[in-house]
């Protein structure tokens, strides 16, 4: 079966130190994104790629980069963490939209926990 | 610009009863509707979704929405609730741009409680 699978599911890390946090969909999905989820703000979007070689800024995209080199992974990340960074992130990829314009489903990672020190 | 304002954080029920988990959103012309489920340490998982279609949208385990354009709602039901409905529940509008690409705008969430 397709999949999204992220890693790590849990990481520590200090303050000042570069993280990568991986995301690989075996949808074969064009669209893939990233979001951090925080309490009493829902999810919010770091960054999302519709293509190879294409990426955009999200809403939150201060201190977060990420770059698309093949289909399947789009990792992102963390120049030099801050602590105001500790949250969980979730990748997502969905389909284009329709020809109708009808907005695709979104395919959901388990998510990837993330503690800055 | 498109938003949604999800009116309760939290929602406790019993089990057996009614579920009423309330949007409500604002866009400029006809919006992509969806709902979406969260349970504990997991990833998000689509419920159901409105595109312009029937108003009354019916997705898995039960629970349906419908699309409200004169009230600009999309409120989620479920006759009876079950214990493992227990979870978060996101309601979300896409941004609807077009073309090949859309974005979706999350509410802040509903944490559904479920009491025996």
């Known amino acids: 079966d397709a999949e999204i699978t992220q890693s790590p599911r849990h990481k520590i890390t200090e303050t000042g130190r570069q993280v990568t946090l991986a995301c690989h969909q075996t949808?074969?999905?064009?669209?893939m994104f990233w979001y951090r989820q925080d309490l009493g703000h829902g999810l919010r979007l770091i960054h999302y790629?519709?293509?190879?070689?294409?990426?955009n800024k999200g809403e939150v995209s201060d201190g977060y980069s990420v770059s698309r080199s093949n289909t399947e992974d789009l990792p992102l990340t963390l120049e030099s963490a801050a602590s105001s960074q500790t949250s969980v992130y979730f990748c997502a990829s969905s389909d284009p939209p329709g020809e109708t314009g009808d907005t695709g489903e979104l395919f959901f990672g388990e998510g990837s926990r993330l503690t800055v020190l | 610009a498109q938003s949604v304002t999800q009116l309760d954080s939290h929602v406790s029920v019993s089990e057996g009863t009614p579920v009423l988990l309330r949007c409500n959103y604002s866009?400029?012309?006809?919006?992509?509707l969806f709902w979406y489920v969260q349970h504990p340490n997991k990833g998000l998982q689509l419920l159901l979704k409105y595109t312009s279609a029937a108003t009354l949208v019916k997705g898995i385990n039960g629970f349906e929405a419908e699309f409200k354009k004169s009230e600009t709602s999309f409120h989620l039901t479920k006759p009876s609730a079950h214990m493992s409905d227990a979870a978060e529940y996101f309601c979300v509008v896409s941004d609807g741009y077009g073309g090949a690409t859309n974005k979706l705008i999350f509410g802040t969430g509903t944490l559904l409680a479920v009491q025996p």
């Open positions: 790629s519709y293509g190879v070689q294409d990426t």
């Open positions: 866009s400029s012309y006809s919006p992509s």
């Open positions: 949808w074969n999905h064009n669209n």
